[in-house]
């Protein structure tokens, strides 16, 4: 017979994650990571800062025959993380919404379709576009309990999202910027953790 109040999982959609100065993976090195989707299952997110400086805008439009509009080539587009590399998604505030968009926690949303690429760059848009957005490729992924290892392992920290850190795109920025959410600097977590290292312990 089971408990009629099961305990409650802490997940973390709609949060901020923040890779720990001792990320050991360069993939997500100084990441900030907005998690889309927790479960008991598995989590997903995107990284929002790490601007891909050698692709453009335009050029990924015309191959998929959309023809760009004159300002496309402004649009960054970020590494979202190392999963599907071979498709696009799109970040963004809750005033665009399609069939196929996610709604997140904290009044964001998530929509992975041509549609929003044609009315975020197209010449001829079927919508108005979303006042902000953020077009990644790719994902990060995490299987059942898998994150929640990484954490308890000080790989990470998480904070509530912020949509100036996500859509300001700004890198560096963002990644203390998210630190600062927490009161903390990258000089007290490089501290903290050689302590940590030394001592064996985990890092409340």
């Known amino acids: 017979m089971t408990s009629d109040k099961e305990p409650q999982q802490d ?18 090195e100084r990441s900030v990571i907005l998690i889309c ?6 989590a997903m997110g995107v990284i929002v800062n790490k601007r891909l400086d050698d692709v453009e805008f335009d050029d990924l439009l015309t191959q998929l025959d959309i023809e760009p509009a004159e300002n496309a080539q402004y649009t960054d587009v970020f590494f979202g993380g190392p999963v599907q590399t071979e498709r696009g998604l799109v970040l963004h ?3 665009y919404e399609i069939d196929k968009t996610l709604t997140l926690p904290g009044g964001l949303a998530l929509t ?3 549609d929003i690429l044609i009315d975020i760059g197209g010449r001829e848009p079927k ?5 902000r957005y953020l077009l990644a490729i790719g994902h990060a992924g995490w299987g059942a309990g898998q994150l929640e290892q990484e954490i308890a392992m000080n790989a990470w920290l998480h904070c509530d999202a912020d949509d ?5 795109g700004s890198h560096d920025d963002a990644w203390n910027g998210a ?5 903390v600097t ?10 940590v290292r030394d001592s064996g312990q985990p890092l409340n």
């Not at 901020?16 to 100065?21: E, F, K, S, Y």
């Open 11 to 28: 997940f973390l959609a709609g949060q901020l994650l923040i890779a720990m100065p001792n990320m050991g993976d360069p993939r997500f």
């Open 37 to 42: 989707a927790h479960d008991t299952d598995h």
């Open 93 to 95: 505030t809750s005033d």
């Open 112 to 114: 992975a379709t041509r």
């Open 127 to 131: 919508r108005t576009a979303p006042a």
């Open 164 to 168: 100036d850190l996500i859509f300001n």
């Open 179 to 183: 630190l600062a959410k927490l009161g």
């Open 186 to 195: 990258s000089a007290m977590l490089s501290r903290e953790w050689a302590s």
